[in-house]
C-alpha cells in the first residue's frame, strides 16, 4: 500500500487510512473535522478520559455477580491490549506518544485515576460483600492492583509466556490471595 510521506503517521506506521478504516470515513472528512492526525488522537483521548471506554467497548455500568469478577474482568482489557507481541509494542508506542505530549498526558492522569478509583469501589463491594477480608486497605490494595496490572503486562511483552490474559489474570490473582477471605478463592476463580 503506498502512502503519501507527508501524511501523518500512527505509531505502528498507517495514516489516516488506517485509521479511517475503523469509521468509514474518508481521510478529507477527518482532517476536515479535526485538523490534524494529533487533534484527532486528542479528541479520542478527552473522549476516553471522559466516559473510560479506550475502544473496547468495555462496560462500566454492567453488574456482575461478583465484585471481585468485575475486577478480574479488568485484565481482559488489559489483554487487548496485547493480542500479540506486535499489538503490545504498536501500544506501547501508543503510551510514548501519550507521555510525551503534555495534553494527551492530561487525558491519561484522568483516565489512570478514574480507572483506581473503580478498583477502589469494586474492592469496597468485595468487603461488604464478603469476598475480602474487613481489614482490606482498599485504597492500598486498588494502588498494587494498578501497578500489577501495568507491571504484568510489561513483563509479558518481554517475556511472552503463554497468552498475556493468562499472564495479568494469574499475576492479579496472586495480589488479591492474601485478602480474600477463606474459601473465596476457588469460588471466584
Given amino acids: 500500500m503506498s502512502r ?6 500512527t505509531p505502528e ?7 479511517r478504516g475503523y469509521g468509514a470515513v474518508t481521510a478529507g472528512a477527518l482532517v476536515q473535522r479535526f485538523g490534524s492526525k494529533r487533534e484527532l488522537v486528542r479528541a479520542q483521548a478527552r473522549y476516553a478520559a471522559a466516559t473510560g471506554d479506550i475502544g473496547f467497548g468495555a462496560p462500566r455500568t454492567a ?5 471481585l469478577r468485575a475486577l478480574r474482568a479488568v485484565t481482559a482489557v488489559h489483554a487487548k491490549l496485547a493480542e500479540s507481541p506486535c499489538a503490545a509494542l504498536r501500544n ?6 501519550d507521555l510525551a505530549d503534555p495534553v494527551l ?3 491519561l492522569l484522568r483516565l489512570g485515576r478514574a480507572a483506581r478509583a473503580r478498583y477502589e ?7 461488604l460483600s464478603g469476598e475480602l477480608r474487613a481489614d482490606t486497605d482498599v485504597r ?4 498494587m492492583i494498578e501497578v500489577t496490572l501495568g507491571g504484568s503486562y510489561l513483563a509479558w511483552t518481554l517475556y511472552r509466556e503463554g497468552p498475556a490474559a493468562t499472564h495479568l489474570r494469574k499475576d492479579l490473582d496472586a495480589t488479591l ?6 474459601g473465596v478463592e476457588r469460588a471466584g476463580s
Fill in 4 to 9: 503519501n510521506r507527508d501524511e501523518p503517521t
Fill in 13 to 19: 506506521g498507517g495514516g489516516y487510512g488506517c485509521i
Fill in 63 to 67: 453488574r456482575l455477580s461478583s465484585p
Fill in 92 to 97: 506501547l508506542a501508543y503510551l510514548q506518544n
Fill in 105 to 107: 498526558r492530561r487525558h
Fill in 121 to 127: 469501589q469494586l474492592l469496597a463491594d468485595a468487603v
Fill in 140 to 143: 492500598a490494595l486498588a494502588r
Fill in 177 to 182: 490471595r492474601p485478602y480474600l477471605r477463606r
